[in-house]
């Protein structure tokens, strides 16, 4: 099923090739000519597929070195997203031929994303007014775009144990957490409660979200929010088949078209600074191309 492998960027075999035909060296590791795409004609394409494949080389070296692994939720999400375009199941994906090596790939896309994320990570990188107002003069916003978003803390429960069989989960989950709203209003830390007790992901951060955007919140999240003042805690209330305490943290307004260019300005100099970090590499590495055999 070739669809799979074009979604994976799976690169196809040259059927007119010795497969194994080592076409570069990169420290110890050799690269054969199956790396070249069938469609493949000039010189000039092949010899770019070639390096495009030496600073993957370089960079998983640097995966593994550094020790990033890719999340098994990762793999699990972009297995389904593979399935899903293929038409399949997640079942039906894994008992093809193609599985493993399209495990393979998705596990090097993942650890090279993730090589990106660190690298920049640490670059420190950022943006000068300069740079902003220049970007804003050649990209004039069309009309206003101002955005309400706010930050949460939040304690969820979405299932609770208790020997008491006279009373519904949703009555004890209630209950759980109208206590803890006394015992937060009694002088406890929302954010100690919250990575104890809380079953949403936001527990790591002591249920502190990241900034959101207000209009896209579930209906019961912006009625309560709507009534409650910043810091102001809230009576428990259910959202799905969980029930919730929230606290409002800040608001503020944004002005998207802003956001839009500071994050543009950010990619490029992040891709940048990485493509940069990669010339690095080379230059570090023992590389040889027998560019006679393209």
């Given at each position: 099923?070739k669809?799979?492998?074009l979604l994976v ?41 070639v ?17 990033i692994e890719p ?17 399949l ?45 220049k ?10 775009d ?9 304690i969820?429960?979405?299932?609770i ?20 709203a006394t015992?937060?209003k ?16 936001s ?5 502190e ?42 608001k ?17 100099k992040?891709n ?7 010339k ?6 023992y ?8």
């Amino acid at each position: 099923m070739k669809k799979i492998f074009l979604l994976v960027t799976i690169v196809a075999f040259n059927a007119l090739a010795a497969s194994n035909s080592i076409v570069a060296l990169v420290n110890d590791d050799l690269i054969t000519y199956d790396v070249i795409d069938v469609k493949i004609d000039s010189k000039a394409e092949k010899l770019a597929a070639v390096n495009r494949q030496i600073d993957i080389v370089l960079q998983m070296d640097k995966v593994k070195s550094l020790g990033i692994e890719p999340k098994p939720v990762a793999i699990n999400d972009m297995l389904k997203r593979v399935a899903l375009q293929n038409s399949l199941t997640l079942e039906q994906l894994q008992s093809r031929a193609e599985f493993g090596e399209v495990m393979t790939n998705i596990k090097q896309k993942l650890s090279l994303n993730g090589l990106r994320q660190y690298i920049n990570k640490n670059a420190n990188i950022s943006l000068n007014k300069a740079e902003i107002a220049k970007a804003l003069k050649n990209n004039p916003a069309a009309s206003k775009d101002i955005v309400a978003q706010i930050r949460i803390a939040q304690i969820a429960i979405s299932s609770i144990e208790s020997d008491l069989l006279v009373q519904s989960q949703d009555e004890l989950m209630k209950a759980f957490l109208a206590d803890l709203a006394t015992q937060i209003k009694q002088g406890k830390s929302f954010s100690a409660l919250a990575k104890l007790h809380s079953q949403d992901e936001s527990y790591k951060n002591g249920g502190e979200s990241a900034w959101l955007i207000q209009s896209r919140l579930p209906k019961v999240f912006t009625q309560t929010l709507n009534s409650l003042k910043i810091e102001e805690l809230s009576k428990p209330f259910k959202v799905g088949n969980s029930w919730r305490l929230v606290k409002i943290i800040e608001k503020r307004n944004v002005d998207n078209h802003l956001a839009n260019i500071k994050a543009a300005l950010m990619r490029q100099k992040q891709n940048t600074y990485f493509n940069n970090w990669i010339k690095t590499l080379r230059k570090a590495a023992y590389i040889e191309i027998f560019d006679h055999k393209l």
